[in-house]
């Protein structure tokens, strides 16, 4: 079992920037995907990064060049930087954690809302 808690949603203003950060615990997260998702009233929740163990990225087309994943397995935790913000941007963020192996094993945050308005 890991829980995820998220934090650094917020506020802000297009061209801004946001720092979202998801703690995990319960179990040692060396042998899952992390990944942030998102989602928009009215829309599915989709892929915004992931990154596994040894640091490989994928992000999505819409984020790239803007949005930056990294992790710290020791801690226990995974980040994504967000910069030059944009209206649609703005959704509930979650933080997910999958296992490698036995993607079974799928766990969820309870998300953190992102606004970019002016």
């Known amino acids: 079992q890991v829980r995820l808690v998220e934090s650094g949603g917020g506020l802000v203003q297009p061209g801004g920037s946001l720092r979202l950060s998801c703690a995990a615990s319960?179990?040692?997260?060396?042998?899952?995907?992390m990944g942030w998702y998102r989602q928009a009233p009215g829309n599915q929740r989709e892929l915004v990064a992931t990154i596994t163990s040894g640091g490989n990225t994928n992000y999505a087309d819409a984020v790239k060049g803007r949005f930056t994943i990294s992790r710290d397995n020791a801690k226990s935790t995974v980040n994504l930087q967000m910069n030059s913000l944009k209206p649609e941007d703005t959704a509930v963020y979650y933080c997910?954690?999958?296992?490698?192996?036995?993607?079974?094993?799928?766990?969820w945050g309870q998300g953190t809302q992102v606004t970019v308005s002016s």
């Open positions: 319960g179990s040692a997260v060396s042998g899952y995907e």
């Open positions: 997910n954690a999958r296992h490698i192996l036995l993607p079974i094993f799928n766990y």
